[in-house]
């Protein structure tokens, strides 16, 4: 692997990374505050799993670049993030966080499926391992998404208004950055381009049979991973106070 | 007005050949919720190879005082409650052996053909004798739900990698010890 080509897969580890991190904080953030006391700890566990899978990637990543785990998350700026606007939105109500993690349920499984044919085999092997556990993950979202879609008139409507906000923001996670045109010259990974299609077949299916209307509009805010809102500014200083506060301690 | 959702007993297989045991209770709408729940409440942590849910209202439960204050093969109440031409299906039997173990109630023990739980209660304590029965559940297996075979690797493989969900992995014990002996636990 030449540099070119690591300090690319170096960066897509930290797309991958900072978009599971960055949903697992605002998932988390309704741990006991769940509907029920069960999906209270449902949801928070499906956070905990996207954490793990954040650490996943970053491992990875030290490997190649020698950036310690908490380093890279916890005195790393808002600008030097790279995940997409959709999973630093701040929460609303249940609908809004359920449909998210759906969208990107299903974003996941596609890509996985695809980074587990990855000809780097740390990063192959890692996306197999995943890839079970958001199988479970896609289960618990989906049957979400039809229980509301299909609901009551409000949660129907709850869940529509949430869809028509984050669809155009869902579709900046198909947007192909420079880096992954590398590592799809390589074969390393796939460009996130290449997965739309399946993606909106799949979401495009069950939402509909869930009784809910596909947003015409597919045009993300950013097509920058370096783009930010502000609510991300906020989220980091939060995440971060700890560590920074003692950055020496240890647990 | 209730708005409580209705529960749903679940019951745990550690491994294949194991039979289910009842770990406890969950809230949910619908089966497929109970199992999702059940697999996150009861199935974190290592060793679970198969989930049942049963919504608690179709199990039939009697403790053993119960069942001495009447005579199953000879109470009239009971009796009637037995119609031998209607037609039978097939219940679920679970027994409480034992007062020892903390972390199951009940115990899979086999299944009976019967055509009302009274009867399903009867052909139980007939087929399946045991030295102590604390309580005696029947559900009909038409009441169960499953999870299935392809349902082990995604729902419960995850787990066995994740030791830090082992009680044992938390150090808020080590820690505490070490708050209370005076020491700056922050180095």
Known sequence: ?251 | MDTQWPRYEVFKQDRPGEPHESIGTVHAVDAEMALQNGRDLFARRPKCHSLWVARADAITSKTAEQLAAKELATDNSWQADIDPQAPTETYLVFQKQTERRGMTFTTHVGEVEASSPVHALQQAIAIFPAEQVFVWWVCPASAVTRSEEADTLPMFAPAQDKLYRLPNQYRTVFTMQKIKRGKDVIE
């Not at chain 1, 740390?122 to 289960?139: F, M, S, T």
């Open chain 1, 1 to 251: 692997m030449n540099a070119h080509h690591q300090s690319a897969l170096a960066q897509k580890l930290l797309f991958l990374a900072d978009d599971e991190l960055i949903l697992a904080h605002r998932n988390s953030e309704w741990t006991g505050h769940g509907p029920i006391l069960e999906e209270d700890i449902a949801f928070t566990n499906i956070a905990l799993d996207e954490m793990g899978h954040a650490a996943t990637w970053h491992r990875l990543r030290q490997e190649l670049t020698g950036e310690e785990v908490d380093t890279a998350v916890f005195f790393r700026d808002p600008a030097a993030y790279r995940n997409v606007q959709l999973v630093e939105l701040p929460n609303s109500d249940w609908a809004f966080s359920m449909l998210r993690q759906y969208l990107f349920d299903v974003y996941e499984l596609v890509h996985l499926a695809q980074l587990a044919a990855s000809s780097y085999r740390p990063l192959a092997e890692a996306a197999a391992k995943i890839r079970i556990e958001e199988i479970y993950h896609l289960r618990h979202t989906a049957a979400w998404v039809t229980r509301l879609g299909l609901g009551t008139a409000e949660s129907n409507q709850r869940m529509q208004a949430a869809l028509d906000t984050h669809w155009p923001y869902a579709h900046q996670l198909f947007v192909e950055m420079p880096e992954d045109a590398v590592l799809a010259e390589m074969g390393t990974a796939v460009s996130p381009t290449s997965l739309l299609d399946e993606w909106q077949q799949i979401t495009t299916a069950h939402l509909t049979q869930a009784n809910l209307i596909i947003p015409t509009n597919h045009t993300p805010p950013t097509t920058d991973r370096a783009d930010h809102t502000d609510h991300l500014t906020s989220l980091l200083a939060e995440m971060q106070s700890v560590a920074r506060q003692y950055p020496t301690a240890v647990w």
